[in-house]
């Protein structure tokens, strides 16, 4: 069985600075890893995901998150955020057997930019 | 149109009612799912279904039942209904071999 941990519920930042949204997962199988965001009163949409390759993968508006194998991470980071960017993220976890890929998600975390 | 459609998109029903929840999608899938979150505790699984003939429990399956009418529909439903499945319920999709998920727009659910 899988399980993912976001280590933070909320993260308040100001716009343009960096942020860093954590994630740690644990499986007994090999894992794809994903994050979704979810802005107000919408739908959960793919931000990135990670299935093999490249360690670093990367989003079209600026995030990027680590595969980090040894520690069984997968942190999402941006450079400088935009108030446009408050949501919240979920990482998430699919083992790589079977046909199902059920998603497993973790807690959430909920980014507040300010001005 | 969206691809994953949820009805309704609010509801408010008595404890003791019993409540269905639909999803349709226009993505041809095969996998579907249902899920429900919670402030807090993210999204937890409830059921998920590969094709018509098969329905699984998820990790909180207990007081939900479903139905996979068609390939492209499944519907979630609350037998009767207690304050504790008040929630915002999730469906979603996905494709045979794809390891993308779509999410429809989600139901909030009140039950008093």
């Known amino acids: 069985a899988q399980s993912v941990t976001q280590l933070d519920s909320q993260v308040p930042v100001f716009e343009e600075a960096p942020v860093e949204l954590r994630c740690n997962y644990s499986?007994?199988?090999?894992?794809?890893l994903f994050w979704y965001v979810q802005y107000p009163n919408q739908g959960l949409q793919l931000l990135l995901k990670y299935l093999s390759g490249s360690t670093l993968v990367e989003s079209i508006n600026g995030f990027e998150a680590e595969f980090n194998k040894s520690q069984t991470s997968f942190h999402l980071r941006k450079p400088s955020v935009h108030i446009s960017d408050t949501a919240e993220y979920f990482c998430a976890v699919s083992d790589q057997t079977g046909g199902y890929n059920k998603l497993i998600f973790g807690a959430g975390t909920r980014l507040a930019v300010h001005p | 149109d969206a691809d994953v459609t949820q009805t309704p998109r609010n509801r408010i029903t008595k404890t003791g009612k019993r409540i269905m929840l639909e999803c349709s999608q226009t993505?041809?899938?095969?996998?579907m799912y249902w899920y429900r979150q919670d402030p807090g505790l993210g999204l937890r699984l409830i059921y998920y279904?590969?094709?018509?003939?098969?329905?699984n429990k998820g990790e909180i399956s207990d007081g939900y039942s479903v139905s996979r009418q068609a390939q492209a529909k499944f519907s979630l439903s609350l037998e009767s209904a207690i304050p504790n499945q008040t929630a915002l319920y999730f469906c979603?999709?996905?494709?045979?071999?794809?390891?993308?998920?779509?999410f429809g727009q989600g139901t909030r659910l009140t039950v008093v």
């Open positions: 499986s007994s199988v090999s894992v794809y």
């Open positions: 279904s590969f094709d018509v003939k098969d329905i």
């Open positions: 993505k041809g899938h095969d996998r």
């Open positions: 979603a999709t996905r494709g045979e071999g794809s390891t993308e998920a779509f």
